[in-house]
């Protein structure tokens, strides 16, 4: 076991005016991840610290923080991989609910923004036929379990919250692309808007932080494409 | 006092509660739907479901054959008219998914695509990727969004349900993110809060999965049926319990033991297959509950490998190709090399049995409806009798999505048709003792606190109530649980904050898997035979007892002492019980059965 030293930063809005720094020494071996630590400081040091988690196997998307300024799933984030004291904060650019909780509400919304379902008239009882290729064309976009890690990461966002941001978009280009939908008329107002893809500057660290490499920059440059097109078009039934 | 009107409360926004809502919406557009979850729906733990879901799709398959396979699966414990029921709609389900956009993996002709599954005597696992559940809470999730008759509460807990003698019209809930009490007023409520796996100390589960909704509904009188069938799945990754898919298996894993040899061959699962050419229902395509327990005695008898201080076996995947690694169990992949280090196509992954479901339950009828008016359960908290003595993987996803309908179709009927309750009165007197429940378990404790109390109940369980049990173990768990209820009556939560209490949170939880732990355990103790995952060491209890126990357990709830246990028929319309058989065992039964049709042919 070798021991770790955490800075966690702390914010109790019933008792703290701003978020404060907290020390903790925890034990680990080369399997504990910083949930891990979280959990166990939790459990022997102070019951007072908040957080959300479940799975532990980084499908659920509940705990992600910032580990030394990186956004992180915590579950999928090993102490070993550091050195010296490590910095754990709640995600950046969301509002801070209480210690590692922040305000998924934003986020939320504007998942629900992009009409993230099948759109077609399709009314008889067959599966739709849909082969590995056209599959292939959405599914990585189909993967992300919206752990907010790319928000946190996205200076954009940090700017505007009103900005659609990767997660979205990706999961409107998911829909985009699926052979089976014909909703992307309607999506590209959102898409189209000074809050869609164009508020993107291409940074990409939304796709070097995502765990599950989704590489939603590439779905937001897409949607880019798209709504060009999409202008393009409208201009010629003009 | 904050008070919400609504029509159908769904307690659990997994995929029972998510489809559950979404039938009540469909059922009747002008009904009010409140969806409460004590987290976001898309953390609930439908997520890390992996294998696939269950239907009869093959032209070579039969609603016959996939009953048959989940009635001897569940070592006849199943209701057969439940189980007709499901096999009957789980496809028309799984297409319904698929009409919501569900990535199902697919054939080169755009077809769905399925695999083996363990117990399955034929292919009819649909699946996406190693992602099912995941994918299929995502697509549930996204598609409620449609819906403006569902208003989500995200990140409430359920405190109590509302009760006007043998009626519910309520919930009484914390909301998390303010500490407050909100009163919601209901004609229907579901419960659909999943299992309770976390009593147990390595399990495949999420933190979350505690057993609130079984509790919310024992402590009101409802029976907790078939409790002392936990379902073990063999291959959990040692310490953490993380699940490795069966899925592996139906694509062609094996197990061997620390001689690298396939041991299920010598517990009636042979003969061996050979590598890459798994077979139905053989060797590492048995049930899980055989699986577990040929672990067993594989330890016993000193031949499992060790790791972290963990006894092991291993999962072999070598011979697959790393492509078809990639396609197939990508997820598998990520989670062996980010948890124990391992590249899945190259090296062997360490595992173990680990507690992983719970196939008992709040008891409902066919129709997800309780022995409360106006209460129904679905999905993992709920025993709607289709798993019996021992589930088969992949009929759970089915299950939730099957009954989860049901549920919410029932429930918009009852919200249409009954009087909601003008007796505010009462709710109001319900309301203000929670509230003074709550204000009285603040305070300090001398040297016990939620975490120690929860680790002690976590070990009971698993020393006690394990994969073998015995009469001298059952009878310590149960004495430890009830020592464990009387410390819990004086644990107090330290923390005395109201925004996000993590500790007050996990203090009601435990209470909650106080109470299903208990039932577990008197269940297991009265149950003194063995039958699919209820396995009992003690002399004249190793076999499957038919004229005494063909009957299903239930638990009632005694404040304050053990359950009451009574009994109650098991619903038997086609198939009657006789032996299990699995691998050669199986096809020496099924060419013995052909021989005497042909011969009852030949004499027609």
Redesign the interface.
Known sequence: MTEYQLRIQRYDPEQDDTPRLQRYTVSGDHTTSVLDALLSLQQQQDPTLALRWSCRMAICGSCGVMVNGIPKLGCKTFLRDYNGVIDIAPLAHFAVEKDLIVDMTPFLAHLSAIQPYLINDKDDKAPHKQTPAQLAKYQQFSNCINCGLCYAACPQFGLNPEFLGPAAITLAQRYNLDSRDNGKASRMSQLNGNNGAWGCTFVGSCSEVCPKQLDPAAAVNQAKVESAKDFIINLFKI | MQTLHTDIVVVGGGGAGLRAAIAAAEADAGLHISLLSK??P????T??AEGGAAAVTLAADSAAAHFSDTVTGSDWLAEQDVVEFFVKHAY?EL?QL????C??????????QVRRFGGMKTERTWFAAD?TG??IL?TLF??S??YPAIQRL?EYLVLDLLREDNRVCGVVALVL?SGDLVLIKAKSVILATGGAGRVFHYNTN???VTGDGMALAFRHGVALRDMEFVQYHPTGLP??G??ITEACRGEGAVLVNKHGYRYLQDYGLGPETPLGHPQNKQMELGPRDKLSQAFWHEQQAGRTDEY?GHAVVYLDLRHLSRAHLQQRLP?IC??AQ??VNVDPASALIPIRPAVHYTMGGIMTDINCQTTLQGLYAVGECASVGLHGANRLGSNSLSELLVFGRVAGEQAALHARTCQGSNNDTWSAAQYQRQGQQLSRCFGSNKDD???RLRQAMTLAMEQGCGIYRDTDGLTQCQQQLQALQARYQNLKV??T???????LVQYLELGFSLDVAQAICAAALARTESRGAHQRRDSGMTARDDKSFLQHSLAYYQAGAEPILSWQDVSITSLPPAERRYGSALETALNTAEQAADAGAKHD
């Open positions: 987290v976001y898309m953390r609930s733990h997520v890390a028309q297409v698929e009409h919501w956009g990535p199902w993996s697919r054939k080169q002709d755009g077809s769905i992602k995941f994918h995502h996204q598609t969004l449609k995200d993110n999420g933190g979350i310490g953490s993380i699940l972290n997820f990520e989670l980010a948890y606190s939620v975490a330290t923390d904050s109201k925004v996000f209490n993590n500790e």
